[in-house]
């Protein structure tokens, strides 16, 4: 058995173990009345948004990792749909660590070049938290009305 098939056998496994203590323990029941509410088209709609969001990231670091590339957009793409799935199931944000050895594993890329490059994309993703911020803030504060129009420009660059 290959280590690949065995690793996906374990993978559903411990997923049909977590849903059926989820079943056992009645905590599956708000969980489902929460889906039950849930409009079938807006679900629909943020499948392909996320697809989308995600091909973003990887041409981020496509870019950031040009001349070290070896697997494209398809490695990067996958990296970043493991790095952020790592980000919201292990804790303390323990996936962000994950980055630079699947960055190794499957673009080749040396420890230092895929941290740096993390390092890189978060730095730009404050930068436009801090863009978007100032322009919220240019908007809900009178006396930075003037200072609107740089808060704008500031967060079309960011972005």
């Not at 494209?72 to 962000?96: D, Q, Y």
């Amino acid at each position: 058995m290959s280590r690949r098939t065995l690793g996906t056998l374990v993978a559903i496994l411990l997923t049909g173990l977590f849903f059926w203590w989820l079943a056992a323990s009645q905590r599956l029941a708000p969980v489902l009345e929460g889906l039950a509410a849930v409009d079938l088209r807006i679900l629909l709609l943020a499948f392909p948004l996320v697809v989308l969001l995600q091909l973003g990231r990887a041409g981020r670091f496509v870019l950031l990792l040009e001349r070290m590339r070896s697997g494209g957009l398809l490695a990067s793409f996958r990296i970043s749909c493991v790095h952020i799935a790592l980000n919201f199931l292990l804790p303390f944000k323990l996936g962000e660590a994950a980055f630079p050895l699947l960055a190794r594993r499957l673009m080749g890329v040396d420890l230092a070049a895929g941290t740096g490059a993390l390092l890189t994309v978060r730095l730009l993703d404050l930068g436009a938290l801090g863009a978007m911020l100032a322009l919220s803030a240019s908007w809900a504060v009178p006396a930075l009305a003037q200072w609107r129009w740089l808060a704008a420009l500031a967060a079309c660059l960011a972005l």
